[in-house]
């Protein structure tokens, strides 16, 4: 499965949030570590589901970028 990750970069680290999966959170200092801890916390958020018996939301969001005149 992929999920939507949204990556944003903060003052002094970055985080990121998965719409699909609410509570599903990371933070990191780096893009690349941000990216790595989010991965690990989808499956851990999914494994967390499945263990309480609730079901796994399926990979609905998208992400599209707008070209805009600013």
Known sequence: MKYAAIIEKGPTSYGAYVPDLPGCVAA?????????LI??????HIEGLREDGQP???????????????
């Open 56 to 70: 796994v939301p399926p990979p609905s969001s998208s992400i599209e970028f707008i070209d805009v005149a600013a």
């Open 28 to 36: 990191g200092d780096t893009r690349e570590e941000v990216i790595k």
């Open 39 to 44: 991965q690990e916390a989808i499956e851990f």
